[in-house]
């Protein structure tokens, strides 16, 4: 066979993005994890892992090309998650954090000159962005808030009570929601970018967790004030059902897939070395970790497809798409599936590895895994979600 | 049908403000109408019109005001005889 084979070359939109996850991976496996136990015992944030994104220019991932971003598919951007967060997952859960952010401001604040010239300053200075959508008294619900925002000679004002803002106090900016005004009803938000220099906030509380804890997310009360363009100009609704919760749904599986991930990898380590000392005999844990690389591929799928099928309808399906019953639905199936698959497949793989996995100065020790697992089923409360889904289910009929 | 539709808002959308004297274009969704009642107010017309929203149908314009959820409610119910 002399016959020339042409030569495979894959777009120029796709080479980038493959260095930039072999970039990453490099990221999470020499930075991440080797700091990984640190960040946990200190709850401290890690700063050299976000050090290092930013070098990569990944602040600006899901910038738009035209500003300078990468404009990265949010496909791309999950697979980063999910690889930083088998490393660590507090690093991890403040990349996704951050790119949830990004992703609202670059799909919903273009028609605003103010956000515009942001997200190149983005793409320039590789700003952190933190999110304050938690508030005293609203009892957890993202859609109701108490604060309103006051405009007034082109400027807004608003204060705000925030239960948990995560990295707070690493981040350079912030974006909060907020009534639209202090007399609207309380499901009438806005989203208000708050630049570093129109904010101070005041530390109300600790940040002492179970797990993620190098997310550092205590609760503060926020003063702001800011030129009235930083309010993003779409209802905080759309917003929330179009952009925020999808893309928060997917990434944060994503990062959940990398835990669940590393807790099997140890256990597949730990089998592996079990066997090399009886050579001829499969150890009885074997089997086990049989049945925790099933379920770890029932959650891949899920994830995987779920964020494809995300991807494609944010990149090409209309606001129909994305606001019908039927996505939201898949969203929230998504985030409560990987929710409760996480936390069971990193309590199989602590009975794979028994002891050497319960210890926490063990190679495979899987404390940490365990710990940072149980955060996913209350960041939005797994119950409150149910709910939404059974109302939803109410008035959705089948095609 | 328009003040069948306020009596359904007055008993199910939880409007901050009286749905009887509301403009039939006010954004219901300024009014206060979260999207908990929103599902309850569509379950409310789908029985008092006997009607079903297909899924297209299910999304948050269609619901914005008064006139929209008659325009809808017209559409669905269009070329029924009496």
Same mark, same amino acid.
């Given at each position: ?318 606001? =129909? +798409?994305? %606001? ?9 199936? $998504?985030?409560?599936? @990987? *929710?409760? #698959?996480? &936390? ?27 710990? =940072? +697992?149980? %955060? ?9 979600? $149910?709910?939404?889904? @059974? *109302?939803? #289910?109410? &008035?959705?009929?089948?095609? | ?82």
């Amino acid at each position: 066979m002399t016959a020339a084979t042409p030569v495979k070359v894959a777009p120029p939109s796709a080479a980038p993005a493959a260095n930039s996850i072999d970039a990453v991976r490099r990221i999470a496996k020499d930075i991440a994890r080797p700091n990984a136990a640190d960040v946990d015992q200190k709850a401290r944030f890690p700063e050299e892992t976000i050090a290092a994104l930013k070098e990569l220019k990944l602040m600006s991932a899901l910038v738009p090309a035209d500003l300078g971003g990468a404009a990265l598919g949010f496909g791309e951007v999950a697979t980063m998650c999910e690889t930083l967060a088998a490393g660590c997952a507090s690093s991890g859960m403040v990349f996704a954090m951050h790119q949830i952010q990004v992703a609202c401001i670059a799909r919903h604040g273009l028609s605003s000159p103010g956000l515009v010239k942001y997200l190149r300053e983005v793409v320039e200075k590789q700003y952190l962005i933190a999110s304050v959508t938690s508030e005293v008294g609203v009892g957890g619900e993202m859609r109701t808030s108490i604060a309103g925002v006051t405009r007034e000679g082109g400027r807004y004002a608003v204060n705000k009570d925030a239960t948990t803002v995560s990295y707070c106090e690493h981040a350079d900016d912030l974006l909060l929601t907020a009534r639209r005004a202090p007399e609207a009803p309380p499901s009438d938000q806005v989203l208000v970018l708050l630049k570093k220099g129109d904010y101070r906030v005041e530390k109300t509380g600790a940040w002492d967790t179970m797990g993620m804890r190098g997310t550092c997310s205590p609760s503060f009360k926020v003063f702001a004030q800011g030129p009235e363009d930083h309010v993003l100009p779409v209802p905080f609704a759309d917003i929330a059902s179009h952009t925020m919760v999808p893309v928060s749904h997917v990434l944060w599986a994503s990062v959940w897939l990398g835990i669940a991930s590393s807790a099997v990898s140890n256990a597949r380590a730990f089998v592996r070395q079990q066997a090399r000392a009886k050579p001829g005999t499969v150890p009885p844990t074997a089997v086990r970790l049989a049945e925790v690389s099933s379920l770890l591929q029932t959650m891949r799928t899920n994830v995987h497809d779920v964020v494809s099928e995300a991807e494609d309808l944010m990149t090409h399906g209309g606001t =129909d +798409a994305l %606001s019908s019953i039927s996505f939201a639905l898949k969203m929230n199936n $998504l985030k409560v599936a @990987a *929710s409760q #698959l996480v &936390v069971q497949i990193v309590n199989q793989t602590l009975l794979i590895c028994g002891i050497m996995g319960y210890k926490n100065d063990s190679p495979y020790a899987l404390g940490r895994h365990l710990r =940072d +697992a149980h %955060s996913a089923a209350l960041m939005v409360g797994n119950d409150r979600i $149910l709910a939404t889904n @059974a *109302s939803l #289910l109410l &008035v959705l009929k089948e095609d | 049908m328009i003040s069948e539709i306020r009596q359904i808002l007055k008993e199910h959308g939880r409007l901050a403000t009286d749905a009887t004297t509301l403009a039939d274009d006010a954004d219901l969704y300024q009014a206060g109408m979260t999207s908990h009642a929103s599902v309850n107010v569509m379950l409310a017309l789908e029985g008092h019109f006997d009607v079903e929203f297909p899924d297209a149908m299910l999304k948050r314009g269609v619901f914005a005001s008064i006139a929209s959820i008659r325009e809808a409610i017209e559409m669905l119910t269009a070329g029924r005889t009496a």
